[in-house]
């Protein structure tokens, strides 16, 4: 029904964005990763791709940074299990590209770091994807489990999540000089919000 939302980004949490299109504002479902993107969009105009999800009881619409995001959220709910939510949680862990290997290279210990996510849904979501998506190059099979994030994409994502929640960068810099930049992202998250509130 929509493929895209084009309008002003009236509003934006961790895990919610509102369009102002023409007056009228789209609440949209994002994950952390998307957030992160557009939090330097906020009061600009914005395009977000949009899935709308239909159930008895609601009608939600999910919206994506770039349509390689929103590719991987249908393949997500096409996986027995999974629904709208729980592929929100793998995005906002993962960025597209390291899900790829990740799903590929069939490490499920990896997936598993999502929230709500366990080692047999991380297995099944690797044995009805990974035919699906092949690999994108050598070099993303390659990418070791221990840092599959990288430290300076776990870092970006820390400080743009908090900015959103009010926290002042070199409060959020200084946080994470003590943090373990290899642990998963909401692991990072969790303990550097902590040390912030001891202060």
Same mark, same amino acid.
């Given at each position: 029904?929509?493929?895209?939302?084009?309008?002003?980004?009236?509003?934006?949490?961790?895990?919610?964005?509102?369009?102002?299109? +023409?007056?009228?504002?789209?609440?949209?479902?994002?994950?952390?990763?998307?957030?992160?993107? &557009? #939090?330097?969009?906020?009061?600009?105009?914005?395009?977000?791709?949009?899935?709308?999800?239909?159930?008895?009881? &609601?009608?939600?619409?999910?919206?994506? #940074?770039?349509?390689?995001?929103?590719?991987f959220f249908k393949?997500?709910?096409?996986?027995? +299990?999974?629904?709208?939510?729980?592929?929100? &949680?793998?995005?906002?862990?993962?960025?597209?590209?390291?899900?790829?290997?990740?799903?590929?290279?069939?490490?499920?210990?990896?997936?598993?770091? #999502?929230?709500?996510? $366990?080692?047999k849904t991380a297995?099944?979501?690797?044995?009805?994807?990974?035919?699906?998506?092949?690999?994108?190059?050598?070099?993303?099979?390659?990418?070791?489990? $221990?840092?599959?994030?990288?430290?300076?994409?776990?870092?970006?994502?820390?400080?743009?999540?908090?900015?959103l929640y009010g926290?002042?960068?070199?409060?959020?810099?200084?946080?994470?000089?003590?943090?373990?930049?290899?642990?998963?992202?909401?692991?990072?998250?969790?303990?550097?919000?902590?040390?912030?509130?001891?202060?």
């Open positions: 029904m929509f493929y895209y939302l084009r309008g002003r980004l009236a509003r934006l949490t961790n895990d919610t964005a509102v369009i102002d299109c +023409g007056g009228v504002g789209y609440k949209l479902n994002v994950s952390a990763t998307t957030a992160s993107k &557009a #939090a330097s969009l906020l009061g600009k105009e914005t395009t977000l791709y949009t899935h709308l999800s239909v159930r008895e009881d &609601a009608m939600e619409l999910f919206g994506f #940074a770039d349509e390689e995001e929103l590719r393949l997500l709910i096409s996986v027995s +299990g999974i629904g709208p939510k729980g592929a929100m &949680a793998v995005l906002g862990t993962f960025p597209t590209e390291t899900l790829q290997s990740v799903i590929y290279s069939g490490d499920h210990k990896t997936l598993s770091h #999502a929230p709500g996510i $366990g080692s297995q099944r979501i690797i044995m009805e994807l990974k035919d699906k998506i092949g690999a994108s190059g050598p070099e993303d099979l390659s990418v070791s489990p $221990g840092a599959v994030q990288g430290s300076q994409s776990i870092k970006s994502q820390v400080i743009d999540t908090l900015l926290f002042d960068r070199q409060q959020i810099e200084s946080a994470l000089k003590s943090q373990d930049l290899t642990k998963p992202l909401e692991e990072v998250l969790a303990n550097t919000l902590r040390f912030l509130g001891t202060r």
